[in-house]
């Protein structure tokens, strides 16, 4: 009996391992295919990636000193996007690995999850594009007057780009969390009300810390992250409710 413990326990193993593999592999290729896709535009993307610096640099483009860093920079540029572009692939296959050890109940919500997941890491992503880097350059390059002319690597913007976009599509991430939270009992919505004051100076002092050193940054990283987070303490108070009627139907059977 010991010997077909053992035996089931090694095969349950090797088929775990089996499926990781599986889906690894996949993870691999579906990121091979999104990065040559977009390799064959990075022209295109490096252009749309250079707009909100352009109007302030006076040469009308961004510097490298050495033969091989834009040929570089071109490369990670399409393996960022090409992760950006492959995210929700790549979480789907998570998903299927991970599937298979939920309840039914827990199952209906993981694809949601994922989905909404990818759409606010996308509109973090989007929003520190279109507001907040502008305002932050306009700040920087014009700021001790206009005697000093700014001579940006294309390796120094790609670090600060990448870096700002990270950071706001993980900021927006913060209801998703929330609500896991609220949804493994670790937090509630009487709770999150109860404490909203730390979590606003929290939001705060993050948003403080993330930003450009401007008051405007700030302001318009801290007004979304508010938004987010009542928007998660009212989702959670949704789930509390329906968890709520759903032991009370259990109980009266």
């Known amino acids: 009996m010991r010997s077909e413990e053992l035996d089931s326990r090694a095969q349950s193993l090797y088929e775990h391992l089996a499926e990781l593999r599986k889906r690894l592999v996949n993870c691999a290729?579906?990121?091979?295919?999104?990065?040559?896709?977009?390799?064959?535009f990075s022209e295109k993307i490096f252009n749309f990636v250079r707009a909100p610096i352009i109007p302030f640099l006076p040469g009308g483009g961004l510097i490298y000193t050495g033969p091989m860093d834009k040929f570089i920079a071109h490369l990670k540029l399409s393996l960022m996007c090409g992760v950006l572009i492959s995210c929700p692939f790549l979480l789907y296959q998570v998903w299927k690995f991970v599937a298979p050890g939920l309840y039914s109940k827990e199952r209906k919500y993981t694809l949601g999850f994922i989905l909404s997941g990818t759409l606010l890491f996308f509109m973090g992503a989007v929003f520190s594009y279109y507001v907040v880097l502008p305002m932050a350059f306009q700040f920087l390059m014009t700021f001790g007057g206009d005697t000093d002319k700014p001579m940006i690597s294309i390796d120094q913007y790609m670090g600060f780009f990448t870096q700002m976009c990270l950071m706001f599509g993980v900021a927006f991430e913060l209801p998703l969390v929330i609500v896991v939270l609220g949804m493994l009992g670790i937090v509630s919505q009487s709770f999150l009300k109860k404490h909203r004051r730390y979590a606003v100076?929290?939001?705060?002092?993050?948003?403080?810390?993330?930003?450009?050193?401007?008051?405007?940054?700030?302001?318009?990283?801290?007004?979304?992250m508010l938004l987010l987070f009542e928007a998660g303490v009212f989702i959670?108070?949704?789930f509390e409710k329906k968890r709520n009627e759903e032991s009370a139907v259990n109980m009266r059977e």
Do not use: E, K, Q, R
């Open 29 to 40: 290729f579906i990121m091979i295919i999104a990065t040559g896709a977009c390799y064959g």
């Open 236 to 238: 959670v108070g949704i």
């Open 201 to 224: 100076m929290t939001i705060s002092v993050i948003a403080a810390v993330i930003t450009p050193p401007d008051l405007l940054s700030m302001i318009m990283m801290l007004i979304p």
